[in-house]
């Protein structure tokens, strides 16, 4: 059964602290994905990743990094974590190849920033 | 990729066939029609795609009209764990694009 797995379902962080956010994909899938989810905003993309040690901006790409040193884990960073990024933040992955795929998601991870 | 439009909020009740529509005038040839649906505090899940012909699954029919302009999503018999956020959402596959555009989707309520 496809499973992405995100390391924790419910953070509460400290404004001005590190944040690391872990995805792990066990289907071998390319392509790794940073959504964040707001009401009324819908999902948006932070970054993305098609190979290992590869990365694209996506949308929302400020105050975020990301890492990706292994092909089944994508890592979200905040470096300096803020009010404005409490959010869901949502991992995805996707099979390379035509295009014509679906995007498997984690669980999510509510963090708040106090 | 081509802008979507669906109802905020639909009710049906349970047992019966739910019909989410979705209207996407400005689609192109090469789109993809994709339904995915979000229940509450998951991530969202994929239900099915389609091009131009109609395509059932295990999970749903998509009827997708001959001018392509709008489609169908049905759930034959609707569960109340069927209460979810659907998402239409059209892109093509061109090859090195992977983003996709969620809009604000239609909460269906599957009352008992």
């Known amino acids: 059964d496809v499973k992405v797995t995100q390391s924790s379902r419910y953070l509460v962080k400290r404004t001005g602290e590190k944040v690391f956010l872990e995805c792990v994909q066990d289907?071998?899938?390319?392509?790794m994905f940073w959504y964040r989810q707001d009401p009324g905003l819908g999902l948006r993309l932070i970054y993305f990743?098609?190979?290992?040690?590869?990365?694209e901006k996506g949308d929302i790409p400020e105050g975020y990094s990301v890492s990706r040193e292994k092909k089944e884990r994508f890592s979200l960073i905040l470096e300096s974590a803020s009010t404005n990024q409490t959010s869901m933040y949502l991992c995805a992955s996707t099979t390379a190849g035509t295009g014509i795929y679906e995007q498997y998601f984690g669980p999510g991870t509510r963090l708040t920033v106090t | 990729d081509a802008k979507t439009t669906q109802p905020p909020s639909m009710d049906c009740a349970e047992g019966r066939a739910a019909n989410l529509p979705c209207n996407h005038s400005?689609?192109?040839?090469?789109?993809?029609v994709y339904w995915y649906r979000q229940i509450h505090s998951q991530g969202p899940q994929y239900i099915i795609h389609g091009l131009k012909n109609n395509e059932t699954n295990e999970m749903a029919s998509l009827i997708i009209t001959e001018d392509r302009k709008s489609s169908t999503l049905i759930l034959p018999h609707a569960t109340l764990r069927d209460t979810a956020v659907y998402y239409c959402?059209?892109?093509?596959?061109?090859?090195?694009?992977?983003?996709?555009?969620f809009g604000t989707g239609t909460r269906l309520k599957v009352l008992a």
């Open positions: 289907m071998d899938h390319e392509n």
């Open positions: 990743s098609y190979d290992v040690k590869m990365k």
């Open positions: 959402i059209v892109r093509a596959p061109l090859p090195g694009t992977y983003k996709y555009i």
């Open positions: 400005t689609i192109s040839g090469n789109e993809y």
